[in-house]
């Protein structure tokens, strides 16, 4: 069964750091982009960070450059999002995506985790 799990979300003070982890599992994903999307109440889900499985660029929306950092472990099958000098406007429930083939910045993933959320206070 292909799985995605998100973990490490929180509640945090703005100006705080918080790190969450997505756990791939169920096949192998070297192929794969991974993505990090986020959905705040009332809104529209967005692009956050994406990476290459196999390595490359990342990719970061602009709200969050500089501030955000996408890696993934190889040994563990597991991506990471690290985010730093939270705002409230970084609060949203954040997921982890995955996708057959290069790096996209919209909503066209196929595989999808449960969310994690943060919730940064002001």
């Known amino acids: 069964q292909v799985q995605l799990v998100e973990s490490g979300g929180g509640l945090v003070q703005a100006g705080g750091s918080l790190s969450l982890s997505c756990a791939a599992s169920g096949r192998t994903f070297s192929t794969y982009a991974m993505g990090w999307f986020r959905q705040a109440p009332g809104k529209e889900r967005e692009f956050v960070a994406a990476i290459r499985w196999s390595g490359g660029s990342a990719y970061y929306a602009d709200s969050v450059k500089g501030r955000f950092t996408i890696s993934r472990g190889n040994a563990k099958n597991t991506v990471y999002l690290q985010m730093n000098s939270l705002k409230p406007e970084d609060t949203a429930l954040y997921y982890c995506?995955?996708?057959?083939?290069?790096?996209?910045?919209?909503?066209?993933?196929?595989?999808w985790g449960q969310g994690t959320q943060v919730t940064v206070s002001s």
């Open positions: 995506a995955a996708r057959l083939g290069v790096v996209v910045t919209t909503t066209d993933y196929d595989i």
